[in-house]
């Protein structure tokens, strides 16, 4: 999955945000390839907030998968 920096500069570090665009899933049990969804966008706050969850279980809410999610902590500096 694509992750985009959409605040380069690195003194905006607190609004910084990571765009992630999911992929188009393969059809499976008779259902139609869905289109990709919109870009998702991830804060540090948004990120924060399910620090309590497991990576798969914040990957599921997200509706991404979890590389996407530890390319995005990477992005913002999240350890």
Do not use: H, M, W, Y
């Not at 910084?16 to 870009?39: I, M």
């Amino acid at each position: 999955l694509p992750v985009q920096d959409a605040a380069p500069d690195p003194q905006a570090a607190s609004s910084r945000v990571a765009l992630v665009c999911p992929r188009k899933r393969k059809a499976g049990n008779g259902q139609s390839a869905r289109q990709p969804d919109d870009p998702v966008v991830l804060t540090r706050e948004l990120l924060e907030g399910l620090f309590d969850r497991s990576l798969a279980s914040a990957s599921e809410a997200l509706g991404i998968c979890p590389t996407a999610i530890k390319k995005a902590c990477r992005r913002l500096g999240i350890d």
